[in-house]
C-alpha cells in the first residue's frame, strides 16, 4: 500500500544551521505530498504543498520540492530559528475521492540558541 | 472565525468506561476524518466520512465508533474494548479529496485512562 517514509529524528541544531528533513514516498499514480508542522500541545498545521512532478513548495522559508525520479520531497531551510522547533510530518493524498492522507512518522526538530 | 473546535482539550477515562470526543467544523467541509497520535507512529487513520449518515473504517478502526448525523459535527466514541486508548486525538476535515487538497486540523483531545 501507500506510505511515507521520514527520516528519525530527533534533530537537534544550533541557530542559524541548515536543516534537511528527508522524506520518500511510496505511491501508486501521481499523489500530492505535504509538509506538516506541528508544535507541542496542538494540532498540525499546513506548511507547505506539491501537486506534480518538479513542483516547488516553500512558505516561512522552508522548501521542497516534488522528485518524482526518486519518489522523495525533503522540506529544507537554509536558516533555522529556535521558534521553527516542532515536529515536521511528511503526507501524501492519492488524489481520489474516499481517500485520507496518509502520514510519515514525524521527525523531531529542536533548535537552540 | 472558520476552523474546527475540538473538546474537550483533556480527558480522563476510567478503565471500562466509554468516552465521547467532540469535533465541530464551521469550514463547509464534505469530508472529516480522525487520526490517533502515539510517539514514534505519526498519525493514524481511525475513521472518515465523506458525507451525512456514512463513513469508513481506516486502519485502527477496532475499539472506537463514530457518527455523522449533521455535516458539522464528527464525534469518536472510544469504547471500553479499545485495549490501549491513552493517545492524543486529532480531528481533521477537508473537501472531497481532489489534486491537493489539504486537510485542516483541530488542537486534539488528549486521552488517558487512569
Known amino acids: 500500500g501507500d506510505s511515507v517514509t521520514q527520516m528519525e529524528g530527533p534533530v537537534t541544531l544550533s541557530e542559524e544551521a541548515f536543516l534537511t528533513i528527508n522524506c520518500t514516498y511510496t505511491a501508486t499514480g501521481y499523489p500530492s505530498l505535504f509538509w506538516y508542522v506541528q508544535y507541542p500541545g496542538e494540532g498540525l498545521q499546513l506548511l507547505l504543498k506539491a501537486t506534480k512532478a518538479d513542483d516547488k513548495g516553500s512558505n516561512k522559508g522552508f522548501e521542497a520540492t516534488y522528485r518524482k525520479e526518486t519518489t522523495s520531497f525533503h522540506l529544507e531551510k537554509g536558516s533555522v530559528q529556535v521558534s521553527d522547533s516542532a515536529v515536521y510530518f511528511c503526507a501524501l493524498n492519492r488524489n481520489q475521492a474516499g481517500t485520507a492522507l496518509i502520514f510519515g512518522k514525524g521527525t523531531t526538530l529542536s533548535v537552540s540558541s | 472565525d472558520g476552523g474546527i473546535t475540538q473538546s474537550p482539550k483533556y480527558l480522563f477515562r476510567k478503565e471500562g468506561q466509554n468516552v465521547t470526543l467532540s469535533c465541530e467544523q464551521n469550514?463547509?467541509?464534505?469530508?472529516m476524518y480522525w487520526y490517533r497520535q502515539d510517539p514514534g507512529q505519526g498519525l493514524r487513520l481511525i475513521y472518515y466520512?465523506?458525507?451525512?449518515?456514512?463513513?469508513q473504517k481506516g486502519d485502527i478502526a477496532e475499539g472506537y465508533s463514530v457518527s455523522r448525523e449533521k455535516k458539522e459535527s464528527f464525534p469518536l466514541t472510544v469504547t471500553s474494548a479499545q485495549k490501549n486508548p491513552t493517545a492524543f486525538y486529532l480531528c481533521a476535515s477537508s473537501i472531497l479529496q481532489g489534486r491537493g487538497t489539504e486537510a485542516f486540523f483541530g488542537q486534539g483531545t488528549r486521552l488517558t485512562v487512569v
Open positions: 466520512s465523506q458525507i451525512v449518515n456514512d463513513f
Open positions: 469550514l463547509n467541509h464534505d469530508a
